[in-house]
């Protein structure tokens, strides 16, 4: 039995990982890694299982060419990037690069030389349509980050190896690690700070499996979080010492404090659905703790609040004394060295979409939108899209429509490992490696830790078939395309023998306390901003949304699950098990006349899915809970789409805290 070690890649927690293979070098095996120092031996089963879909049968080994007769059939990689570059090629050079669309999804983000060799190839490009999955994930982390800090790249890190008290916002860490943050020892963290005396905090609409391991968990209705935090900065804000909130090294806090003081305990109760009485005690719990580490994730970020909820619980960090400080939140230096050469390298530039006219976030324009730019004629209408590990027709809302703009589109070019619901579409796909089949370097994690560890990873096994890295891929194609390419180097690099050997000892920098506040934003007098004028629309928007579903309808939250990756993946056999089911509370389902195991059927204007009905304890009342991006029972099928469903400074998709109606599946089919 031969082992490597190396690191998982598919979010920020990059928990250690060691392959075992059998005698002829063939991986057999993921484990986690017991020796590793950050991660001690966690890893949740998307890593440990991750060989299942490296190996997999349905796997991607050659490229597809669209044939005559309209199927995808084999093909060369010369005879494919020539296809590609004969379809692109006039579209470019007839209507322009705006003309040609760009969409990438996460994993890019946690491969080194394939997202340097993506930022080549939209400079060599130079399209404004730029597409991620981040405004269905994060946007408004960025966006909110550029606004307090002056960088999308610049964000807190909570110190929870040091904290008396964790407030967790959305996040469950059990099943999904935790976005923005790299936990040590994963969620086991948690355990120790409350073996140590401290508390967590779970502010989730259900009792999560984090919750249920340790702390407590205190109910909120999905998509009302603001109102909770808006009410918490009010009340500790009154407070706090004098010379805190005339600080001169933030600005802005005024305005964010005359907001929050319209927001009393009673009123976020009402919106939220949490008792008065627990409100108070948090806030009780917060100001008598000697420090806090707050945390917010995705359940937060869909919300259609939550570049202002960022803002706002930084904000309350800073008035409780938790902000750049041990055991509260801390900054990386590495944060502020990337935000520099970001900036240095003129990739903060900000561009607007051609509809709605939305700002770009980290370069990249909402999702929300491909279709409209896609089906809306006019100058600068996509009329070809590139696909880079990415899966748009299921992760967006609005699946039916982006089918339809797809079928529209004169090319479509996708790499991937596996031929999703939107590599069925394409005229070319082409197949790339994946993160155990290449070497890597930790460049996202390290803005996010808090220890001094940068990590290198070399390839556990040799990619199927004829699948390359995606920065060879980018490069090859911007070579076809005839573009002034900037991508050799990463490519190069890829392919060559003299990259690092695998090792987690490299020592870098670290977080310390008292080391930002005046001196780290990237803002004028390198002051913290609490406030942008486009939140006072964002707060008109929160007084018309009750939080409250109306007589007869649920509101909608979604959820990742243990084992299914994100919807890049979804739409193929080996994503995990199905989960095709919905989870309503014990009385909701008494209250519908559903016994667990019956269907309900769940509907918008948008679209209805018919799923499982199971009952889940600690589920807030009137909650309906569904994964997201199965396919045959896609959760988008129910949300919004269009301009008008996105939070506008961010781009960010309004995914969470949608009413719909559920009625039981027999009664339906009676009617």
């Known amino acids: 039995m031969k082992t490597a070690r190396t690191y998982c890649r598919i979010c920020e927690a990059a928990c250690g990982l060691v392959v075992e293979s059998d005698e002829r070098g ?14 001690r031996g966690f890893a949740c089963a998307k890593g440990t299982r991750f060989l299942e879909l490296a190996t997999h049968p349905e796997r991607l080994r050659h490229p597809l060419l669209r044939s005559p007769d309209g199927t995808l059939s084999p093909a060369t990689w010369s005879d494919a990037l020539a296809a590609a570059a004969r379809g692109l090629k006039p ?32 400079t060599a490009l130079d399209s404004r349509n730029v597409f991620s999955a981040g405004s269905q994930d994060c946007n408004n982390k960025f966006a909110a980050a550029k606004v307090i800090h002056g960088s999308p790249m610049i964000h807190p890190v909570p110190d929870f190896a040091n904290t008396e008290l964790a407030v967790m916002f959305g996040s469950n860490p059990l099943v999904s690690q935790a976005s923005f943050v790299h936990l040590e020892g994963g969620s086991l963290v948690f355990d120790e700070l409350v073996k140590r005396g401290g508390d967590v905090i779970w502010i989730d609409p259900r009792r999560s499996e984090s919750a249920e391991r340790c702390g407590q968990h205190l109910p909120i209705r999905p998509g009302t979080d603001l109102w909770l935090i808006l009410a918490l900065l009010h009340q500790l804000a009154q407070t706090a010492p004098a010379n805190r909130l005339l600080d001169r090294r933030v600005t802005g806090l005024d305005e964010l404090l005359a907001a929050a003081a319209d927001v009393s305990i009673a009123r976020a109760a009402a919106r939220t659905g949490s008792p008065a009485e627990r409100i108070l005690a948090l806030v009780d719990r917060i100001a008598s703790a000697k420090s806090v580490a707050f945390h917010l994730s995705v359940g937060v970020n869909q919300s259609g609040f939550g570049t202002l909820a960022c803002t706002a619980l930084q904000a309350l960090s800073f008035v409780t004394g938790n902000l750049d400080a041990t055991g509260g939140s801390l900054f990386h ?21 051609r509809i709605g006219r939305f700002p770009s976030v980290m370069g990249t324009l909402p999702g929300g939108i491909l279709a409209d730019e896609i089906l809306t004629v006019g100058p600068e209408q996509i009329r070809a899209l590139i696909v880079i590990a990415g899966n748009p027709v299921t992760s967006i809302p609005g699946g039916e429509r982006l089918l339809q703009a797809f079928k529209q589109l004169d090319y479509l070019v996708c790499v991937d490992h596996f031929e999703n619901d939107t590599g069925r579409l394409a005229d070319v796909l082409l197949p790339s490696s994946t993160w155990l089949e290449r070497w890597d370097f930790a460049t996202t994690t390290v803005p996010f830790q808090t220890t001094p560890l940068v990590q290198v990873a070399g390839a556990a096994m040799e990619p199927p078939g004829e699948a390359r890295h995606d920065a060879v891929v980018l490069s090859d194609l911007a070579r076809a395309m005839g573009l002034t390419s900037k991508t050799s180097w990463p490519a190069r690099l890829a392919e060559s023998r003299l990259l690092p050997k695998p090792r987690y000892g490299l020592r870098g920098l670290r977080p310390k306390p008292g080391k930002y506040l005046g001196r780290g934003p990237l803002t004028p007098g390198h002051q913290m901003r609490f406030w942008d004028p486009s939140f006072t629309d964002d707060l008109e928007r929160l007084e018309q949304s009750t939080g409250m579903p109306a007589k007869g309808e649920f509101v909608l939250l979604t959820r990742r699950r243990r084992l299914g990756h994100n919807s890049w993946i979804h739409g193929a056999t080996h994503d995990g098990e199905p989960e095709r089911v919905a989870w309503l509370g014990v009385d909701d389902l008494a209250e519908l006349g559903v016994t667990e195991g019956e269907s309900v059927v769940v509907e918008t204007a948008a679209g209805r899915l018919t799923l499982e009905a199971r009952a889940a304890d600690g589920l807030a009342l009137g909650t309906i809970v569904i994964p997201h991006g199965l396919p045959g029972a ?38």
């Open 26 to 39: 063939t991986p057999i095996k993921i484990r986690p890694d017991k020796e590793h120092p950050t991660s």
């Open 91 to 122: 579209i470019l050079e007839h209507h322009g690069p705006n003309s040609i669309g760009v969409y990438f999804g996460n994993p890019l983000a946690f491969n080194a030389l394939g997202s340097f060799g993506l930022l080549g190839f939209l």
């Open 333 to 353: 230096p590495a944060a502020l060295m990337m935000a520099k050469a970001y900036r240095s390298a003129g990739l903060d530039r900000e561009l607007w979409s």
């Open 634 to 671: 896609n959760v988008n099928a129910l949300i919004p789409s269009g301009p008008d469903a996105i939070e506008w400074l961010s781009g960010q998709h309004v995914m969470t805290g949608i009413p719909v109606k559920v009625s039981a599946a027999r009664a339906s089919a009676a009617a």
